[in-house]
């Protein structure tokens, strides 16, 4: 499964970004996909998944602010980023995982990774 993310740039605080993932390989609208962000010195984090039956999970810092969708047809993984602050600066990367996915804000759950698009608040 390969991962590719765009959708990052600078944003004014307030603003608004959409992030999207499209993956490819072997994938079957069967994987949990989720997105995560890191910022230099500290862990990665999940920010918000979603299951194959489209429920979505959000870290509570970003519940009300972002909302993941998911389009099988186009392989897309999407978040939509509103009311961005400044501790949203980071890099975000595109996960993805055959569900089940027993805890989904869990890094370590998580075997596939694109390489990241970088958000700056």
């Known amino acids: 499964v390969q991962l590719v993310e765009s959708g990052g740039g600078p944003v004014q605080g307030g603003g608004s970004l959409k992030l999207s993932c499209v993956a490819s390989g072997d994938t079957d609208g069967s994987y949990c996909m989720g997105w995560f962000r890191q910022v230099p010195g500290k862990e990665r984090e999940g920010v918000a998944v979603?299951?194959?039956?489209?429920?979505?999970r959000y870290a509570d810092s970003e519940k009300g602010r972002f909302t993941i969708s998911r389009d099988d047809a186009r392989q897309t993984v999407s978040l939509q980023m509103n009311s961005l602050r400044v501790e949203d600066t980071a890099m975000y990367y595109c996960?993805?995982?055959?569900?089940?996915?027993?805890?989904?804000?869990?890094?370590?759950?998580?075997?596939?990774w694109g390489r990241g698009t970088q958000v700056t608040v």
């Open positions: 979603v299951s194959p039956d489209g429920s979505a």
């Open positions: 996960a993805a995982e055959p569900s089940p996915v027993p805890q989904p804000l869990a890094l370590h759950e998580y075997r596939h």
